[in-house]
C-alpha cells in the first residue's frame, strides 16, 4: 500500500516537473521584464528617469490657468514637430510648477505656474517603462483599449501563481516521499 502511494507520488513529481518547466521557460521572459522594470520603477527618482521637478522664481502672483498652460505647452510640442495632444496637467502648488504630458509621446513640458515660462522639456522615461512593465505598451503603439495589457497581466500573473504552487510541491513531494519510504 505505502508502495503504491509513493509510485503515485513520484508520478505526481514527474507530472508537475514537466508542467514547471514546459510553463517556466517562455514564462522567464516575462518574469525578467516584470522584475527589470519593477527595479527601474522603484528607483526612478534617484535614476534620474523622471525629469526633475524645478520651482518657480517668482514670489508672488496668479497662477496661468490651465487653457493657457495648454496652449503654451502645444505651441512647444508643435515647434518640435511632435503631437500636440494633451494628456494632464500635474501641478505643483509648493515649487509654484505646472508638468504637461502628451497622450502619444513621452514628453514633458515644464511651465512656471506664475509667468507661463517654459522652464524644461523633457522624455519621461518612467512613463514608457511603467508602460513595458504592466504590458499597455501594445495598446500604447496600436492604440488599442487596454486589452493587451489586462491579457498580459492575467496570463503574466497566473504563470507566476502556477510557478509559486508547483515550485512548491516540487520542493515538498521529495521530502513527502522520503517519509513515506521511511528515510
Do not use: N
Request: net charge positive.
Amino acid at each position: 500500500m505505502a508502495e503504491q502511494k509513493i509510485q503515485e507520488k513520484v508520478k505526481s513529481l514527474r507530472r508537475l516537473r514537466a508542467l514547471h518547466k514546459w510553463f517556466g521557460i517562455p514564462l522567464i521572459v516575462f518574469f525578467l521584464l516584470i522584475g527589470i522594470t519593477s527595479i527601474l520603477l522603484a528607483w526612478k527618482k534617484k535614476a534620474e528617469l523622471l525629469p526633475p521637478t524645478l520651482e518657480t522664481k517668482i514670489e508672488q502672483g496668479e497662477w496661468v490657468s490651465p487653457a493657457e498652460m495648454v496652449r503654451i505647452a502645444e505651441s512647444e510640442m508643435a515647434k518640435i514637430g511632435e503631437s500636440t495632444e494633451v494628456d494632464r496637467i500635474d501641478i505643483r502648488p509648493d515649487k509654484g510648477v505646472a508638468k504637461v504630458t502628451f497622450k502619444t509621446h513621452f514628453t514633458e513640458v515644464q511651465l512656471d505656474g506664475l509667468s507661463g515660462e517654459v522652464l524644461s522639456i523633457e522624455t519621461r522615461h518612467s512613463d514608457w517603462i511603467e508602460k513595458v512593465h504592466d504590458g499597455s505598451i501594445v495598446d500604447f503603439y496600436l492604440q488599442g483599449d487596454e486589452a493587451a495589457k489586462l491579457t498580459y497581466s492575467t496570463l503574466t500573473s497566473l504563470g507566476l501563481i502556477l510557478m509559486c504552487v508547483s515550485g512548491f510541491y516540487l520542493w515538498y513531494f521529495p521530502k513527502l516521499i522520503r517519509r513515506l519510504k521511511g528515510k
